[in-house]
């Protein structure tokens, strides 16, 4: 199971961290990655690393958000910066082997946190 944390409601220009606990899942097995989808709007990965610590991010937030992990702990953070108004989404943790993270359809998912950037 997958539980994120760390979303909640910035003005623009703003940061925010998001967390992900990711008990049971490691590294070695799994790529892990952030998506995000907004109301109205289809899902989109937002980035992803793997397990050599390879990493995949939108054009979007490149420059603006940076993923890392604590493999002690089976954490996986998003740091997001210069937050704007278009990055409103929920924002959801994924775990999969990562030929599937990156097509998109990864199996396990967690059950999102807001983001709202006005």
């Known amino acids: 199971q997958l539980v994120e944390s760390g979303g909640g409601s910035v003005q623009a220009g703003g940061s925010l961290r998001l967390s992900c606990e990711a008990p049971g899942y490691t590294y070695d097995t799994y790529c892990m990655g952030w998506f995000r989808q907004a109301p109205g709007k289809e899902r989109e990965g937002v980035v992803g690393?793997?397990?050599?610590?390879?990493?995949m991010y939108a054009d979007s937030v490149k420059g603006r958000f940076t993923v890392s992990k604590d493999d002690a702990k089976n954490t996986l953070f998003l740091q997001m910066n210069y937050l704007k108004p278009e990055d409103t989404a929920m924002y959801f943790c994924?775990?999969?082997?990562?030929?599937?993270?990156?097509?998109?359809?990864?199996?396990?998912w967690g059950q999102g946190t807001q983001v709202t950037v006005s």
């Open positions: 690393i793997s397990r050599e610590g390879g990493l």
């Open positions: 994924a775990a999969d082997f990562c030929n599937l993270l990156v097509a998109g359809v990864p199996s396990h």
